[in-house]
């Protein structure tokens, strides 16, 4: 199952960057749970997630873990602001199931973008933006069960892929508020 899930990738050319990674990169397996990025460290790799999926997770105030986004296979894996600027993530990022990844160093695709996609690298980081800015908004601007369907709509495959403990965290509602979502619809669609 391929979820385009960052739709950043359809508007920038990235090809360079996860054919260098394929060619020069080396893969890595991950068990779930295991962290590629750790909240607080300097990102170290760039990777294309060649199978499995891995989840953008922050802590909260309160110590639980919140979902803030995913990359699913054929998409890039890493914390792209932080790591090119060489400061602290502010996420983790972990293998939300077996998960294969070719990767590379992140300073190769640092040469990599300043070689191949020099003219690119602002739109890059401006399109990383877009796609951050739009989902805080999209928190203002519909409800959790638009939200819901927004999602699974997109992605329909992503209920067969990721937990529903995970969903609820990213659309920012509880698992039994999910849970309940998910009852009134089927209930709906009944009718």
């Known amino acids: 199952m391929n979820i385009t899930f960052n739709q950043y990738k359809g508007r920038l050319d990235l090809s ?15 068990a779930k749970g295991e962290i590629f990025v750790r909240e607080g460290e300097v990102g170290r790799f760039f990777g294309v997630v060649e199978s499995g999926y891995f989840k953008y997770v922050t802590v ?28 602290p993530s502010e996420v983790s990022i972990i293998a939300g199931n077996k998960a294969t990844v070719c990767r590379i160093n992140f300073s190769d695709a640092k040469n990599i973008v300043r070689t191949q996609m020099d003219e690119s690298k602002g739109t890059l980081i401006s399109e990383l933006f877009r796609e951050i800015y739009h989902r805080h908004l999209e928190l203002y601007r519909k409800s959790p069960t638009e939200r819901y369907l927004e999602l699974i709509n997109k992605h329909p495959d992503i209920i067969n ?31």
Request: with cysteine.
């Open 60 to 87: 909260t105030t309160e110590g639980d873990e919140a979902v803030v986004g995913f990359a699913f296979e054929g998409e890039s894996v890493c914390d792209f602001n932080n790591s090119f600027q060489g400061i």
């Open 161 to 191: 892929i990721v937990t529903m403990r995970d969903i609820a965290s990213y659309l920012l509602v509880t698992p039994i508020y999910l849970s309940r979502i998910r009852k009134k619809l089927l209930q709906i669609s009944r009718k």
């Open 16 to 30: 360079a960057l996860i054919d260098g990674c394929r060619e020069k990169g080396t893969l890595y397996h991950y």
